[in-house]
């Protein structure tokens, strides 16, 4: 890809304007690094970024993973909360974010609870379907030893669902960077997404290359990250 680009950009096989060389988004990005754009140095909107889809997934994984379980578990909580979670889940965020900012204003708590409304969702979802995984031998082979209902849910249950967690989480971080660049397209003063925005307006091309790069490198370290969490966590995925 990146030979292409360099190919396309040597040969003007598109506009400067509309696809800048290499060197040119190298100089930028260090440009935007030292002086700033959009009111804010790139450290400030990778961290102003950062910060709110940590808070999000703060927030997804403490409600999402002990209710996903209780639903798994139970079916009345089942019952109770898994039609309202599909029928939101089933909304672009986009959606619903004009009312998170007639409610909540424009400040940060809108994108917050949006993009808490966007990891919630399948990390519950996942925290419930490993539940629903637990093989019934397992269950029984442990209740047959005398396994209390608390060593049943910490010894087997838990263990046997965080597989499944975990993928719930990989994608709740995909979902969460998607609905925070947009989210920051249309209602914010900081972030990725908003510098992305303030460079599109003026046709700096090269600055929207350096932020969807750091987008991409912030992906693809949260990514790298679930792996080695996978690998420390269960390390039998992919092994029984």
Known sequence: MIALWFI??????????????????????????????ANGTLLDHTLASLGRIAAALGVGIFLGIPL?????LNRWVKGIFSVPIDLYWGLPPLAYLPLLIIWL???ETSKIVLLSLSTFAPICFAAQAGVR?????????AL?????????????ILPSALPEI????????GAGLSTLVAAELIAAQSGLGYMIMSAANFLATDVVFVGLIVIAILA???TSGM??????????KGKL
Not at 18 to 28: K, R
Not at 150 to 156: N, R, V, W
């Open 8 to 37: 396309a950009a040597r040969f003007g096989w598109a506009s400067p304007l509309f696809l800048p060389s290499p060197a040119e988004v190298l100089t930028q990005f260090s440009a935007v690094w030292a002086d700033g754009y």
């Open 68 to 72: 996903g379980l209780l639903m798994g």
């Open 105 to 107: 204003g424009i400040g």
């Open 133 to 141: 995984s637990v093989p019934a031998e397992r269950i029984n082979a």
């Open 144 to 156: 047959s030893l005398g396994a209390s209902r608390l060593q049943l849910f910490t010894s087997i």
């Open 166 to 173: 975990m993928t719930g989480l990989k994608i709740a971080i």
């Open 220 to 222: 693809f370290a949260f």
């Open 227 to 236: 792996r080695w969490l996978e690998r420390r966590l269960i390390p039998w």
